[in-house]
């Protein structure tokens, strides 16, 4: 359950790769994140397999840091919810992103929460969002 006590942070892929792959931006997530309660869609975990992936074929060289990498995400504390899907549709096309931005965008709407992005798009999109007013389904 989300608290109230702690600032909380919607994180998406691109910024929780950094950290996760030890990317160049890792230093200036992670700042951004301490202290903060963590908040993922589920999905999520299935863009991470895709970064992973796609690392993977890259850099075949550095597999088993890869592979590591991507093992320790679970170790993290971050609280996963579920999306109102009906809605990311309106969203979308308002904001003229992808479905999977406009999970995110929801996500953080509903929550009051501030969205960590590396992606300038969908940073530039959560700046013209409105608040929303549906709690989000969390995952059991």
């Given at each position: 359950m989300v608290s109230t006590k702690a600032l909380v942070k919607v994180v998406d892929s691109s910024a929780l790769g950094a950290i996760a792959f030890n990317e160049p931006a890792a230093g200036k997530v992670a700042n951004?994140?301490?202290?903060?309660q963590l908040v993922v869609l589920t999905l999520l975990?299935?863009?991470m397999a895709?970064?992973?992936?796609?690392?993977?074929m890259l850099y075949p060289e550095q597999r088993e840091a890869i592979r590591a990498a991507f093992a320790d995400l679970p170790k993290l504390r971050i609280e996963r919810f579920d999306v109102d899907d009906r809605e990311l549709v309106d969203i979308a096309e308002r904001l003229q992103v992808t479905a999977y931005d406009a999970a995110y965008l929801w996500l953080a709407e509903f929550l009051s929460a501030e969205l960590v992005t590396l992606d300038d798009q969908l940073a530039k999109a959560a700046k013209r969002s409105p608040g929303r007013d549906r709690p989000p389904r969390r995952r059991t």
């Open positions: 951004e994140l301490e202290n903060a975990y299935y863009e895709s970064v992973c992936h796609m690392k993977l």
